[in-house]
Structures are given as C-alpha cells and as structure tokens.
C-alpha cells in the first residue's frame, strides 16, 4: 500500500460528525489494546483542548520542549494540505512513505472505527515507536469523549471556552466547558486561559478530580513568531503550561523557552502569505471576533478589506457573519472542498436580508481568490477565512 492508498483507504472510514453510533473510548481503546498500546509510551503528555488556540499552544508548547533538547511528538487536527501535517515528531512531518507503513501496520487491526479514531492510533504508534520523551497532543473535538482523551496525562491544557460544536458538546458556555473539563485526570495538573462561567466550571472538576488548577495570563514578555494579540494569551498558556512542569520535576531553561516561542511555525494564523494577502483559519464565531479585532487595527494602514470567505454548515456560520461584517468592504462567497461546506449563496442571502450587503458567489475557492486578486487595489487588503478546509486550499 502506497502513500495515496493509504489515504484513500482511511477517507472510506466513517467520519466522526456521521458517526451513527454513540461517542465513546471503548472503540479506541480497543484498537489501542490489538497494536500493544502504544498508549502507555508516549512519554510524559500535555494534552490541550479549548475553543481556539488549541493548535497554536500544541505547536509553540512542542517546539519549546524541542529547543530544550527533547524528542517531542506533536498531534494536531485538522492539517491545510496533506493529512502528514497531523503527526510530527521534532517539527518535522512524518514521511510519506513512513505514513503509508503506519497505515499497512494497522489497518488488519480496524474494524468501525472512524477516520480521527484511527488516525489518532496512527500517531500513538508511531511516537511509541520513536520513543518520544514528550507528546503533545490535540484534542480533535470537545475532550471527555474525543479519541485522545484514552491517554493519562501529566497536563490538561484549556486554552478558552466559547461557543462552538454546539450540535455535540452543548449551547451553552458551562456545558461546553464541562465537555472539554472531561481531558482532566485524576491527581494531575490543569492549565487554562478560560474565563468567568467556563473557569467556573473548570474548577469544579478539578475539585472533583483532586487536580490542581493553574490560570494563565496574557504574556507580552516574549518575542513571538505567531502574530496577533491572541497569541499572546496562548504564550501565557504554554508558559504556565511549562511552569507547571516544574511540580513534576521537568524544568525548562527560561532560554529555551524564548528560544521556542521566538522559532514556532504554525501556518494559516494570522499569517500574511503575500504582502497583500492574509490567511486565518477562524472557524467560530469566538475566532472570527479575534479576527475582527486584528482587522479593525490592520484597517488604519489599508484602504479596503476583501474577504473570501468559505464556512463549513456544522458551524454557528450566522453569528461568525455577524462579527466580520464590520469590517468587510467586500465579501466573496466560497464553497471550501468538504462535504460539510456551507452553500455560499446562504452566506450570500443571509447579508443581504439583515445587513444589505451585496455579495458575490464564487464556488471555488481558488477562483474566488483570483477574483479578489482582480479587484484589489494597490492598498486592498485580501483576507481568506471561514474554515480550515477554506485555507487549506490556499497552501495546496
């Protein structure tokens, strides 16, 4: 089985927003059982969920513990163009060839589970394999019942909590952040960036778990390569994180830390990939009004904002419209490759019914951004957001 075989095998999988069944553990922890748990030899775990900066903390978090001179292995979802984004080991993605013999190692093994299932079994082996000292790894969606939460782990990270997946994990804040409360183990430590209700809940559990609850503050003590004041509340999520290490003995040199948080490569937030052109993968309405706040400071130094614009249905897509709006001069409607993408001339209605504004449907999102290109001028500033899956077509 080759590389693209490989894949093509793993997108027959049942995807997890289809799943017939009820979440559960038992699935993964059964596959877990067939390859010898690999589980059990990740390590010593940070796991980190939260509404946004989840990836953005797992990235700076992992190449902090590098520069300290650790093997770190790093699990992220969702990647922007090829699926070996998703496991690294020391910054550098799995190969192809690596993956398509992960993938031939495991397969005899699958029975129901679905796609993110296996591919978190996929990583798990192949940090196991590679003796990682530490693994840092992603929630994929919520916490209590997402496919990582099979680990024991030394740090539970929440960066924040606002509305998201509300379909899954809740409508409101507090039931959301008892959702992602749920990655938090017995006698461990948790680090947060959450915030009224959400922290109230979070300290609940921690009591309920005898685990010790660290809250982080916004940093401006260190030069940062991920640009925009949320990473600043991120970098004060992974210096606590780091701190918090300390009570398990791991101490990471402050030199390391800067070192780490100064080289971070994180693509798709608040990223500029041509001078004119900026890139963010906001995805909720919570990542949308951080976008809105950069765009509202952006907005001095350039004349015009358009945004291209592709949403995924299974997103609260009316309210992300609501904070970016104001910020808009022109908005084209895309249709990003996934078949939960949003119909772009709902986006369309939507403007014009509450706000009158008039936008176009481009279906494709590289000829929505040939379009934008034509239109710019020469102090236009061009944004493309909405979803992963929407920027993600830009770096491919």
Not at 212 to 241: F, H, I, R, W
Not at 287 to 314: A, C, P, Y
Not at 387 to 396: A, D, K, L, P
Request: negative net charge; contains cysteine; proline residues 3%.
């Amino acid at each position: 089985m080759n590389y693209q075989q490989s894949i093509a095998w793993l997108e027959t999988l049942q995807k997890e927003d289809t799943l017939d069944r009820e979440w559960n553990l038992e699935t993964t922890r059964t596959l877990l059982k067939k390859v010898k748990h690999p589980e059990k030899q990740l390590g010593t775990i940070l796991h980190v969920t939260g509404t946004n900066g989840k990836g953005s903390v797992c990235a700076m978090l992992a190449n902090v513990l590098h520069a300290s001179g650790y093997t770190v292995g790093l699990y992220t979802s969702p990647h922007l163009s090829q699926i070996t984004e998703r496991i690294r080991i020391n910054g550098q993605q799995i190969s192809k060839e690596e993956f398509a013999a992960l993938v031939q190692k495991v397969r005899p093994f699958v029975t129901i589970e679905s796609f993110f299932e296996v591919m978190t079994v996929l990583a798990f082996v192949y940090f196991a394999d590679h003796h990682v000292a530490f693994s840092v790894l992603e929630v994929g969606l919520g916490g209590r019942l997402d496919a990582t939460n099979v680990v024991e782990s030394t740090i539970s990270v929440i960066t924040n909590i606002s509305l998201e997946h509300t379909q899954r994990l809740g409508k409101t804040e507090q039931e959301i952040a008892r959702e992602k409360a749920g990655i938090i183990k017995e006698n461990s430590i948790c680090v947060t960036g959450a915030t009224g209700e959400a922290l109230s809940v979070i300290q609940d559990v921690c009591r309920e778990k005898n685990a010790e609850l660290v809250c982080a503050k916004p940093t401006n003590a260190y030069d940062l390569s991920l640009k925009g004041e949320m990473q600043k509340e991120n970098a004060g999520v992974v210096v606590a994180a780091l701190e918090a290490l300390k009570k398990r003995e791991i101490v990471i040199p402050k030199i390391h830390i800067v070192e780490g948080l100064r080289t971070t490569v994180w693509h798709g937030r608040l990223e500029f990939i041509e001078p004119h052109i900026l890139v963010d993968v906001a995805h909720n309405p919570g990542g949308m009004q951080q976008l809105t706040k950069e765009l509202r400071e952006m907005k001095r130094n350039w004349d015009h904002v358009i945004l291209v614009l592709g949403i995924l249905s299974d997103k609260e897509w009316k309210l992300m419209l609501d904070q970016i709006v104001p910020v808009a001069d022109t908005i084209i409607a895309t249709r990003p490759n996934s078949h939960r993408a949003l119909e772009p001339r709902q986006i369309q209605r939507y403007l014009e019914k509450e706000y009158g504004f008039v936008a176009e449907v481009i279906d494709a999102v590289p000829a929505a951004l040939e379009k934008a290109k034509r239109i710019a001028q020469q102090n236009d500033l061009i944004v493309v957001t909405g979803s992963f899956y929407t920027v993600g077509e830009i770096y491919s």
